[in-house]
């Protein structure tokens, strides 16, 4: 059906500070017991970027954004470096790089929203400055809904933007309607030997079930931009962005998650033959 959820906003009105790492241990915890229990080796879990909550949580207190995304850096350090001393993988979920154009940005210039995400990434770095950029990854999303998304910023007008970021690992959009396209700015682009691509070859707001060979035809463009060995098929973005609100059908999001796997097993037997 669509729709957009309401929620109630919080807003910063005083200095930002950690006050209790426990529920962040807790959720450690549950992860690895959850990964024991299925016989996982290896996981991730998701942290919001100090750009994100910037642009949810709107500032009152801080007498410039330079020094609340600033503090916001300096309190998120501390979530980032336990998630990765815990042994697991960290992922920063950044649509402050994409969506924040049409949403806190969108009475901006140009130059203005770039500027201030050239900020939000020194911002990142700064936190992740004690951790390993091969234990990160970065998700770039331009909004998780149903919708025309025809305000979208293009992904050509930020990838130098988002190339400057400590992760190794590059999340994003690259199944929907309104960004399949652009795998051919990866293909311009410039591409740090380093990075690892994982791009969306399934779309995470529709019902329809993608077909494995589709999702091996997508996976297939993009090792053929930066090789096999750093191609990792993903969905566009998580099915439960909210909540208790989805568009997704939950059988259907596993039945959409097995197509990915079987894809992936078809571009791997045709890649590594």
């Known amino acids: 059906m669509g729709g957009t959820p309401k929620f109630h906003r919080p807003i910063c009105?005083?200095?930002?500070?950690?006050?209790?790492?426990?529920?962040?241990?807790?959720?450690?915890?549950?992860?690895?017991a959850a990964m024991t229990e299925h016989g996982v080796s290896r996981g991730f879990m998701n942290a919001a970027s100090p750009g994100v909550i910037a642009v949810f949580q709107p500032?009152?207190?801080?007498?410039?954004?330079?020094?609340?995304?600033?503090?916001?850096?300096?309190?998120?350090?501390?979530?980032?470096?336990?998630?990765?001393?815990?042994?697991?993988?960290?992922?920063?979920?950044?649509?402050?790089?994409?969506?924040?154009?049409?949403?806190?940005?969108?009475?901006?210039?140009?130059?203005?929203?770039?500027?201030?995400?050239?900020l939000q990434v020194d911002a990142l770095n700064h936190a992740l400055s004690n951790v390993p950029a091969s234990c990160v990854r970065i998700h770039l999303c331009w909004g998780n809904y149903e919708g025309p998304h025809h305000y979208d910023v293009p992904l050509e007008r930020i990838i130098r933007v988002v190339l400057k970021a400590k992760p190794v690992a590059i999340f994003f959009e690259a199944a929907n309607p309104r960004h399949a396209h652009e795998w051919d700015v990866w293909e311009q682009t410039k591409i740090p030997?380093?990075?690892?691509?994982?791009?969306?070859?399934?779309?995470?707001?529709?019902?329809f079930i993608e077909h494995p060979r589709l999702v091996a035809q997508r996976i297939d463009r993009f090792a053929g931009i930066v090789g096999r060995e750093r191609v990792i098929a993903s969905t566009d973005c998580g099915f439960?962005?909210?909540a208790g609100f989805g568009a997704i059908h939950p059988p259907i999001a596993y039945a959409k998650l097995a197509s990915m796997a079987e894809g992936a097993q078809i571009a791997s037997r045709r890649l590594w033959s």
Do not use: C, W
């Open 59 to 118: 500032n009152q207190f801080y007498k410039t954004n330079e020094q609340y995304i600033g503090a916001l850096a300096d309190a998120m350090r501390q979530e980032y470096e336990a998630v990765v001393a815990s042994g697991l993988d960290l992922q920063i979920d950044a649509p402050d790089l994409a969506m924040g154009r049409h949403i806190r940005f969108r009475d901006a210039d140009e130059t203005e929203f770039l500027r201030n995400a050239e």
């Open 193 to 207: 030997d380093d990075k690892v691509l994982l791009p969306g070859v399934i779309d995470s707001v529709t019902n």
């Open 13 to 32: 009105r005083g200095a930002i500070a950690v006050r209790d790492l426990a529920p962040l241990s807790r959720d450690i915890a549950n992860l690895r």
């Open 240 to 242: 439960g962005t909210f």
